[in-house]
């Protein structure tokens, strides 16, 4: 696999949350917000890129990677609880709303399954290198994913997407001109199903139609 | 060497150089973590009250109860107000509160500051109306629906400790 296939593949072909159904717990639950989304984007890409970097240094070397190999485990908690931990303060100090907002799923981060998941599959046997580019992929198609549902879920909800702070684009006339007020369900629990669901049968629609074509190409050709 | 306690001794020496780690960046950011709570502290006062008619001096409380603001009016003599910062255990960990009471034992406002509850469901004590008007009568006290596992007992708890000592503290309690 060269670095452009490794890359792309946490964004379209194995995308953690659209395709593996990884970390689905706080992505649902933060985003009710374009901004929530973001700065949870912002963590894990922090956590994910880091981790897999140090992980694989650690397991690069044969001597220390046998050694390593029987607590691997406690070890790759260890080093993701320290990114997230470090996370957790930047953010409560510099980024006190955002903090705020995001409450009790900063710290989750340490168990979210696409950071460990990318740990022992990925950058325990892979170099650093090719493990901080699967790392960037993966975090970035996570982001993507997240980011995706937040917009709809924030402008069916209350008819806004707050970028960042008060970077906050207002689409209330759409609602007006369409007399109807924003569908308040979208941001409580049940949109975020609801718009999770319905945008994972539309990917795997596309994905199948697109197998479909490419089966009947092979079948003709052969 | 044993394998095992070699593996044991790696966990350990990663874990160190962790610890070393987070105590670097603590070092850097707790100043600044103090100053975003305690603008959050000052920003809940002033909702209570006009700081500026009032002389502000604070006590270190002890136990659950965390830094305890005097409020004495420039224009008049004698004690104002408190202002309670008050700790209790809720459902996934510690719930801070600002509880402000004047000196006819009336609760002037109060704000959760500091919580760490599921959003969308325990932290619904946030801007709740729990209906306190007198300090040391709780019995108008409100649970919230659909939270009462989680963190109502934990604020029933931070307004009975206020209950136990308010009177004592205009009474003259709080400089003994």
């Not at chain 1, 897999?52 to 046998?66: G, R, T």
């Amino acid at each position: 696999m060269n670095n452009k296939e490794n890359f792309f593949k946490g964004i379209i072909k194995e995308n953690p949350l659209f395709v593996s159904l990884l970390g689905m717990c706080p992505s649902l639950a933060v985003t009710t917000s374009l901004e929530n989304a973001i700065g949870m984007t912002l963590g894990v890409f922090f956590v994910l890129v880091l981790s897999n970097f140090i992980i694989s240094l650690i397991m690069s070397n044969s001597k220390l990677a046998d050694l390593v190999k029987p607590v691997r485990i406690p070890v790759y908690i260890v080093v993701i609880a320290t990114l997230v931990t470090i996370v957790e303060m930047v953010m409560h100090a510099y980024l006190p709303s955002l903090y705020f907002s995001l409450g009790v799923f900063i710290p989750l981060i340490v168990v979210n399954c696409i950071i460990l998941g990318r740990a022992e599959a990925f950058a325990s046997s892979n170099k650093p290198l090719d493990s901080v580019i699967d790392g960037v992929g993966m975090a970035l198609g996570y982001g993507l994913a997240i980011m995706t549902i937040s917009i709809f879920r924030e402008f069916l909800g209350n008819g806004t997407l707050t970028v960042w702070g008060d970077l906050q684009v207002n689409l209330t006339f759409i609602f007006d001109f369409l007399k109807i007020e924003p569908i308040a369900m979208f941001v409580q629990p049940v949109g975020a199903f609801l718009t999770f669901g319905l945008i994972l049968a539309t990917i795997t629609a596309i994905a199948n139609n697109h197998k479909n074509k490419l089966a009947k190409k092979v079948a003709n050709n052969g | 060497m044993n394998k095992g306690l070699i593996s044991g001794l790696v966990l350990l020496t990663i874990g160190i150089v962790c610890g070393l780690l987070l105590a670097v960046v603590n070092y850097f950011t707790a100043p600044k973590i103090q100053e975003v709570e305690d603008a959050i502290k000052y920003e809940a006062l002033a909702e209570f009250y006009t700081l500026a008619d009032y002389d502000l001096s604070e006590v270190e409380g002890s136990g659950d109860f965390g830094t305890i603001y005097i409020l004495k009016a420039k224009t008049t003599e004698g004690l104002d107000a408190f202002v309670y910062t008050v700790n209790a255990e809720g459902y996934s960990g510690v719930i801070e509160m600002l509880i402000a009471v004047n000196e006819n034992l009336e609760v002037d406002g109060y704000k959760v500051v500091k919580q760490t509850e599921t959003p969308g469901y325990g932290d619904k004590i946030v801007g709740h109306d729990f209906n306190v008007e007198i300090a040391t009568d709780l019995s108008g006290f409100e649970g919230v629906a659909g939270a009462s596992l989680y963190s109502t007992p934990a604020v029933l708890e931070i307004f009975q400790l206020v209950a136990d000592r308010v009177e004592a503290d205009f009474g003259g309690g709080l400089s003994e």
